[in-house]
Structure formats: structure tokens, C-alpha cells
T-cell receptor, first 113, second 116 residues
């Protein structure tokens, strides 16, 4: 079945460092891909999305490109801030008209000053 | 708009007790769902609803019941709590778009449940 695999955390970075969080997926058809972020004590928020191959989603300085050839959707940010400390979830929306998201395990990011 | 609200924020139950987790949204979203979040496992879908009067099972439905009598409310019932149901529970909703139901889900703040 469809699945999402994320790199294990925690990821610890200094402020202004470059961030990459890897995400790969297995799916039939043409899924949509998402990154959600969960700040401490809160629910998940949609960070960015891509609905077809080669689309780039971007928001708040974060970017991810839908790569069908490598079945990947890696999250990147050029310069992280302390306020980016959170748990990041990669998610897949299966093709076929159903909106039951499939989530990865999540990657915790800690950014230190 | 309040968005998606959940009550209570925290709850401790004894094994065998029952309770209902409340979820409400004021965005007129057709789709609502319940997830549980466990360490290292991401979010797993428990039950979902594509509209009032329509519910279906997700990945981990055992031990949970739902109903959807109105568009706004989607309560989750634990009939006989077990320690394995200790988790953080999230309710989410999403709207219908011109292309059908949207994958973009709006999450509530969660309910942390402990079963002893």
C-alpha cells in the first residue's frame, strides 16, 4: 500500500544553518504531497503542498519539489531560525479521489541560537 | 472563525471507562476525521466522515465509534478504554473544492488521553 518514509530525528541545527529533511514515498498513480508542521502544544498546520510531478511548493522560506523519478519530496530551508523548531510531517494524498492523508513518522527539528 | 475546536485538552481514564472526545468546526467543511498520534508512528486515521450522516473506518478503528449528525460536530467515543488507547487525538476537517474534497486539512489543538 501507499506509504511515506521520513528521515529520523531529531535534527539539531544552529540558527542560520541550511535545513534538509528527507521524505520518500511509495504510491500508485499520481498522489499529492504535503508538508505539515506541528509547533509545541499545537495541532498540525499545512506548510506547503505539491499536486503533480515537478511542482515546487513553498511557504515561509521552506521549499519542496515533487520528484516522481526519485519518489521524493525533500523539505529545505536556506537559513533556519529558532522559531522553526517544531515537528515536520511529510504526508501523501492518494490519487483516486480519496482525501485520507498518509503521514510519515515526523521529524523533530531543534534550532539553537 | 474559531476553526477546529477540541475538548477536553487533557483526560485521564481508568481501564474500562468510557468517554467522548468532542470536535467541532465552524468552517462548513464537509470532511472531518480523527487521528491518533503516537511516538515514532506519525498520525494514523481512526475514522472519517465525508458529510453529515456518513462515516467510515480508517486505519485503526477498533475500540472507537463515531457519528456525524451535523456538519459541525464529529465526536469520537471510546466505549471501554484500554491502556493501548493512551495517545494524543487530533480532529481535522477539510472543505470541498471545485475538484472534489480537498486534501488540505485543518487540525484542532488535540486531546491528550492517558488510560491507566
Amino acid at each position: 500500500g501507499d506509504s511515506v518514509t521520513q528521515m529520523e530525528g531529531p535534527v539539531t541545527l544552529s540558527e542560520e544553518a541550511f535545513l534538509t529533511i528527507n521524505c520518500t514515498y511509495t504510491a500508485t498513480g499520481y498522489p499529492s504531497l504535503f508538508w505539515y508542521v506541528q509547533y509545541p502544544g499545537e495541532g498540525l498546520q499545512l506548510l506547503l503542498k505539491a499536486t503533480k510531478a515537478d511542482d515546487k511548493g513553498s511557504n515561509k522560506g521552506f521549499e519542496a519539489t515533487y520528484r516522481k523519478e526519485t519518489t521524493s519530496f525533500h523539505l529545505e530551508k536556506g537559513s533556519v531560525q529558532v522559531s522553526d523548531s517544531a515537528v515536520y510531517f511529510c504526508a501523501l494524498g492518494p490519487s483516486g479521489g480519496y482525501n485520507k492523508l498518509i503521514f510519515g513518522a515526523g521529524t523533530r527539528l531543534a534550532v539553537h541560537p | 472563525n474559531a476553526g477546529v475546536t477540541q475538548t477536553p485538552k487533557f483526560q485521564v481514564l481508568k481501564t474500562g471507562q468510557s468517554m467522548t472526545l468532542q470536535c467541532a468546526q465552524d468552517m462548513n467543511h464537509e470532511y472531518m476525521s480523527w487521528y491518533r498520534q503516537d511516538p515514532g508512528m506519525g498520525l494514523r486515521l481512526i475514522h472519517y466522515s465525508v458529510g453529515a450522516g456518513i462515516t467510515d473506518q480508517g486505519e485503526v478503528p477498533n475500540g472507537y465509534n463515531v457519528s456525524r449528525s451535523t456538519t459541525e460536530d464529529f465526536p469520537l467515543r471510546l466505549l471501554s478504554a484500554a491502556p493501548s488507547q493512551t495517545s494524543v487525538y487530533f480532529c481535522a476537517s477539510s472543505p470541498r473544492t471545485d475538484r472534489g474534497l480537498s486534501y488540505e486539512q485543518y487540525f484542532g489543538p488535540g486531546t491528550r488521553l492517558t488510560v491507566t
